[in-house]
């Protein structure tokens, strides 16, 4: 086995433990926190597949932006568990049953009959000063520019539709007017009074 | 390297509806209350401008432009046309009921816009990464529309409802499409049409992702056994919105099992009996006929009625796509068409109905409507026959069509299956008839829709009898969409 052979199975056996604890967790903090684990293998495992971008991409956005608003989420929320799991067992059969369906499907399909290296030739290695960005860059704006604009479009309709569901306009809260603040004069705040020299 | 811009002709429909929904997004934050019709103004003349540049830039070959994203031909033409005025008229309908429960904002036209823009880019996708990122856009406008009354519980459950069970039917779709990639090598269609003519094919990988593709294209649909979302969203929803999910977006959802199935596996219309697509949507159909009808019986709400209507009808759109002949795909977008039209004049009945602080959600409040509108009441009893498939509306041409496209592919027993399932569904259609023309009134107080409202759904009632009169117009226009 070589070592880059160990580094992928060590990798993908921590992705496939943090995903199991994501979903096995009583504790929804925890859960996220191993979804983080599992980000970070699985953007390990793109490393190896040479796609440096795209690895670092998932650690800067997924675990540096996304899980960090997700915690951020699930701390300020106050989430009963019981209530949640309190249908769990009757239906754990069914899930039991479906899942052992779907593996099967998927072991069936998804294996080295059909997608082995004699099917698919492994790719060949590129030079050290191959530069994946680059590459990608080079596709983004030219043969996929259309989807990319549609994307585009799709992350203003969620800005919206995140606004517009959330922005409530609600006369009792205080909050300050910037404007007021830079305007504001020395006569408007203090006021000086002359008083008397105590005596005595 | 060099930019030709004569590529940006063919898409120029999706250019303007999505600059004018940016005009819309910025105008509105600059009005007050009391000028939102501005705002409704310049959405509803952008929407006729938007079908009117469609009808320009059509040409008489399919282009395909942006590297194979998308493509531009007959049935793109004319689903657009037909989104935008749909839309058009849906809008129109809403406008009344959104003023009534202080929902009149620049928000609901923005996100009404930007499903309109994700349609049209789904009935012009040539390539599944663009047809999955047209499907998202709608999706995310219309939970964000559904959701759209605040202070309504229903209104947020139904929201919840429809995006977890969205974006699981989203996962199964991007699934099956990442093994289609993976057996063929090719996302955009027309490439997947000729990879997947070549002989040595695996054929169990593309089995299998077809069997994720057609379940997420369900989903999407409505289709039993993947409808449980259908009644709730559209009972929790505001009307107003339910009126829009239930007309235009069936139009782009039959583009988006038509551009998959048809442009891209039509290869795999049936290797080997019932492992291909046929099969399977046979089961759906017959399933949404079943199911659809039966316990649209039991329904008191007729915003669930419709929604379980909904149900059957799109076993029937199905019907007609599973023949899988140029007969079978006009049968169906016939139908479709149609479908929207009858969705329109039934939501738009039920909008009509309401006024403020009252909803005529249950099948009582229809009772006796002839006396209080004898006018309205012949026009929902139109809407109704059609919806039922009585000549000489043009429900009964719709299912004529389909039917007859069945029985030509030898599915006889499918067709009679269809027949023996509308049957059923008669009854529930037929009793609003009953309700309106042979008991009494609850109330009488009478409708209080608005001059356009009545103007537009008259014409909405009577274009049905229109049609089924003279059903040629139509579909010449269906059939040349798959011409050739």
Redesign the interface.
């Known amino acids: 086995m070589t070592f880059e052979k160990f580094i992928f199975y060590v990798l993908a056996f921590v992705l496939i433990a943090a995903a199991s604890m994501v979903i096995t967790r009583r504790n929804p903090v925890h859960s996220a926190l191993f979804l983080i684990l599992a980000f970070v293998a699985s953007s390990g495992i793109w490393l190896l597949a040479e796609a440096e971008f795209l690895a670092i991409t998932l650690v800067l956005v997924y675990v540096g932006a996304v899980m960090v608003l997700f915690l951020f989420v699930l701390m300020m929320l106050d989430i009963d568990v019981a209530t949640l799991r309190a249908g769990f067992m009757k239906v754990l059969p069914l899930g039991v049953l479906m899942m052992l369906a779907m593996v099967a499907?998927l072991v069936f399909?998804?294996g080295p009959q059909?997608?082995g290296l004699e099917?698919f030739a492994a790719p060949a290695r590129h030079a050290a000063d191959y530069s994946n960005t680059a590459e990608l860059g080079s596709v983004l704006y030219?043969?996929?520019?259309?989807?990319f604009e549609?994307?585009a479009?799709?992350l203003?309709?969620?800005i919206?539709?995140a606004i517009?569901?959330t922005m409530?306009k609600r006369p009792e809260t205080k909050y300050q007017n910037p404007t007021k603040q830079v305007a504001v004069k020395r006569a408007d705040r203090v006021r000086m009074v002359k008083m008397e020299t105590e005596k005595g | 390297m060099h930019f030709d811009s004569s590529i940006l002709i063919p898409v120029l429909p999706e250019i303007f509806v999505l600059t004018l929904a940016c005009i819309v997004l910025v105008v509105d934050l600059f009005l007050k209350d009391e000028q939102r019709i501005i705002t409704y103004g310049i959405t509803q003349i952008g929407l006729i401008f938007a079908a009117v540049i469609t009808l320009a830039v059509v040409q008489p070959d399919a282009q395909i432009v942006f590297d194979g994203s998308y493509v531009r031909d007959a049935m793109s033409d004319v689903l657009k046309v037909a989104i935008y005025l749909v839309s058009f008229v849906a809008f129109l309908y809403a406008k009344d009921y959104l003023k009534d429960r202080g929902l009149f904002k620049g928000e609901f036209y923005t996100l009404g816009l930007f499903a309109v823009l994700g349609m049209s880019i789904m009935v012009s996708a040539n390539s599944f990464l663009v047809i999955y990122l047209g499907l998202e856009l709608l999706a995310l406008s219309l939970y964000a529309l559904v959701a759209f009354n605040r202070d309504s519980k229903q209104g947020a459950e139904a929201a919840m409802k429809y995006f977890i069970l969205g974006a699981l039917a989203s996962g199964m779709l991007l699934y099956g499409i990442s093994m289609i990639y993976g057996a063929t090598g090719t996302i955009r269609f027309d490439e997947l049409s000729t990879a997947l003519a070549s002989p040595d094919l695996n054929n169990m990988v593309l089995v299998f992702g077809l069997v994720f593709v057609v379940v997420g294209l369900a989903f999407k649909f409505g289709a039993v056994p993947f409808h449980m979302w259908v009644p709730d969203v559209y009972h929790g929803a505001p009307t107003a919105v339910t009126l829009f999910i239930g007309s235009a977006t069936k139009i782009a959802a039959f583009a988006l099992a038509v551009r998959i199935l048809k442009d891209g596996l039509g290869e795999l219309l049936m290797p080997g009996g019932w492992e291909g697509w046929q099969g399977m949507l046979i089961l759906l159909a017959i399933l949404s006929m079943g199911v659809g009808n039966l316990i649209a019986i039991a329904q008191t709400n007729i915003k669930r009625m419709l929604a379980y209507s909904t149900i059957s009808h799109v076993g029937f759109i199905l019907l007609g796509i599973l023949a899988g002949t140029q007969e079978g795909y006009t049968a169906a977008m016939f139908y479709t068409l149609v479908y929207a039209i009858m969705s329109l004049g039934g939501f738009g009945m039920v909008i009509a109905m309401s006024r403020k602080g009252f909803e005529a959600e249950s099948l009582d409040d229809y009772k006796g409507l002839s006396h209080r509108s004898p006018w309205f009441a012949a026009m929902m009893l139109l809407l109704m026959f059609s919806m039922a498939g009585v000549p000489p509306t043009v429900g009964f041409f719709a299912k004529l069509f389909v039917l007859d496209a069945v029985v030509s592919v030898d599915l006889t027993w499918v067709a009679l299956v269809g027949v023996f399932f509308s049957i059923i569904g008669a009854f529930y259609y037929i009793r609003i008839i009953k309700l309106m023309y042979f008991d009494k009134p609850l109330d009488d107080s009478p409708l209080t829709a608005g001059m356009d409202t009545r103007i537009v759904l008259s014409l909405n009632g009577l274009s049905v009898l229109a049609l089924g009169m003279f059903p040629a117009g139509l579909l010449s226009i269906c059939t040349a969409a798959f011409a050739g």
């Open positions: 499907e399909v998804v059909n997608f099917k030219t043969v996929y520019m259309f989807p549609v994307a479009v799709i203003l309709v969620a919206i539709a517009g569901l409530r």
